[in-house]
């Protein structure tokens, strides 16, 4: 019995998978086309969620105006520019390099440098302080005579 | 000196941190300030055989707020429009989004019509043309037809008082 539930739980993803949103799929080449697009664009309302997964109205309406401008022969380039004309950077996933997103792409090479910078001032500075310790002359007759001593048998 | 760099670094990050709590994320910075307003010609609300066209506005500074019946929001924002609407200071035009004529009237019946006119986008084309995501919004335009300022969300009487009527003013002087 334990086990039978045990079975059913670990089955219970495989039906609740949810999916892509469903739309009416006619052309299944461009509707393709389409949510490969669209899941590249952000969905305005849930703001986490790509325009191809989002089940919104306006990801509906918007998904509706991609296909209808892939009928008009537009290119994904296109409707991109469009989206962003209408909807600003934002709705791109993936951000286009330009002035105010310098720090975005370089930002974290930026950060490593500084890190790599301050590990090579701190090994140089340590090194510098283990060279400073000198041995008097008195230590370094006591560490001879340490070294020559014929080693004890071991019990 | 060194002990003290861990902790500017937390601070700094402690800045970074609160100022991103602060930021409404709601709030994206329309593309389409300081440009000219998409036009469009829809039905109207009380009479579908007539068409407004947005061209009709030129030379006057005009509000075009975005509503529905179904908005929640919408609701909140209704009486500073009505407030606004009996001051006569700019002409408030309706655009209602994805609604049907019946809902929409019937809204208005129920609490008062601020606006000057009401066109219809039933299917959300124009919506999608004014980079619309979430109802209510307000664009403020120009007498040359271009945006000049985006409301996202509720106008409230802070934002009224702060932002939109100062704009207002000094567009009409122009």
Redesign the interface.
């Known amino acids: 019995m334990k086990y039978l539930l045990i079975l059913l739980i670990t089955l219970l993803p495989a039906i609740s998978y949810a999916g892509q949103a469903k739309d009416m799929a006619k052309d299944p080449v461009l509707e393709q086309r389409m949510i490969h697009l669209t899941q590249n664009l952000r969905c ?2 849930c ?1 986490n969620e790509s325009l191809a997964a989002s089940q919104a ?2 990801a509906k ?2 998904r509706q ?1 991609v296909r209808d401008k892939m009928k008009q022969g537009m290119t994904d380039k296109e409707i991109i520019a469009f989206m ?7 709705v791109l996933f993936d951000p286009p390099m330009q002035r105010n997103t310098i720090l975005l792409w370089y930002g974290p090479f930026g950060l490593l440098l500084i890190g790599l910078a301050s590990l090579v001032y701190q090994l140089r500075k340590r090194r510098k302080s283990v060279l400073e310790v000198k041995m008097s002359a008195e230590e370094a007759q006591r560490t001879a005579a340490l070294l020559n001593e014929p080693k004890a048998p071991q019990t | 000196m060194t002990r003290f760099w861990p902790f500017a670094a937390f601070a700094a990050l402690v800045v970074f941190l609160y100022i991103g709590l602060g930021r409404d994320p709601h709030e994206i910075p329309s593309p389409l300030i300081n440009k000219p307003a998409p036009t469009f010609t829809l039905p109207e609300l009380y009479n579908p055989a007539k068409q407004f066209s947005s061209q009709d506005m030129k030379g006057q500074v005009w509000l075009l707020n975005v509503w529905a019946s179904w908005c929640v929001s919408c609701r909140e924002e209704h009486p500073v429009l009505m407030e606004l609407s009996q001051r006569h200071i700019v002409p408030i035009y309706g655009l209602d989004y994805k609604d049907t004529n019946a809902q929409g009237e019937a809204w208005l019946r129920e609490g008062g019509d601020p606006y000057t006119l009401v066109a219809t986008d039933a299917n959300g084309h124009v919506g999608i043309d004014f980079g619309v995501y979430g109802v209510p919004e307000t664009y403020v335009i120009d007498k040359q037809g271009v945006i000049r300022y985006k409301q996202i969300g509720a106008i409230t009487h802070e934002n009224l008082q702060q932002k939109i009527l100062p704009l207002v003013a000094e567009l009409q002087a122009k």
């Open positions: 305005l309302v703001q109205d306006l309406d918007l105006e962003v004309s209408k909807y600003g950077d934002f």
